[in-house]
């Protein structure tokens, strides 16, 4: 099992940036996929940006592109999110995940509370 810890979550103005971070820790794999999603009040749960395990490949969701980015750094086991030009339309609880390269998304953390002010 790997146990995912989400940071970097706050209150920002519109226009502003986070980074979040994801480390994971506990069992280590060959190949291990990872990704954001993130859920607003009310609201599904939708994926936001996702990484491969094997090539880095990146997807995004279209409300995000251009202002966000996904990268990992697999010396350190961590994932980021770095945000930029934020939106109200962004806040919501933003929860990282990660699975099997192929097998879904079987890890989750607990997420972190990203709120932007008009």
């Known amino acids: 099992q790997v146990q995912l810890v989400e940071s970097g979550g706050g209150l920002v103005q519109a226009g502003g940036s986070l980074r979040l971070s994801c480390a994971a820790s506990?069992?280590?794999?060959?190949?291990?996929?990872m990704a954001w999603f993130r859920q607003a009040p009310g609201k599904e749960r939708d994926t936001v940006a996702a990484i491969t395990g094997k090539d880095s490949n990146t997807y995004y969701a279209d409300s995000v592109k251009g202002r966000f980015t996904i990268s990992r750094d697999n010396a350190k086991n961590t994932m980021y999110l770095q945000i930029n030009s934020l939106k109200p339309e962004d806040t919501a609880v933003y929860y990282c995940?990660?699975?099997?390269?192929?097998?879904?998304?079987?890890?989750w953390g607990q997420g972190t509370q990203v709120t932007v002010s008009s």
């Open positions: 995940a990660g699975g099997l390269c192929g097998k879904g998304w079987e890890d």
């Open positions: 506990g069992r280590t794999f060959s190949c291990y996929s």
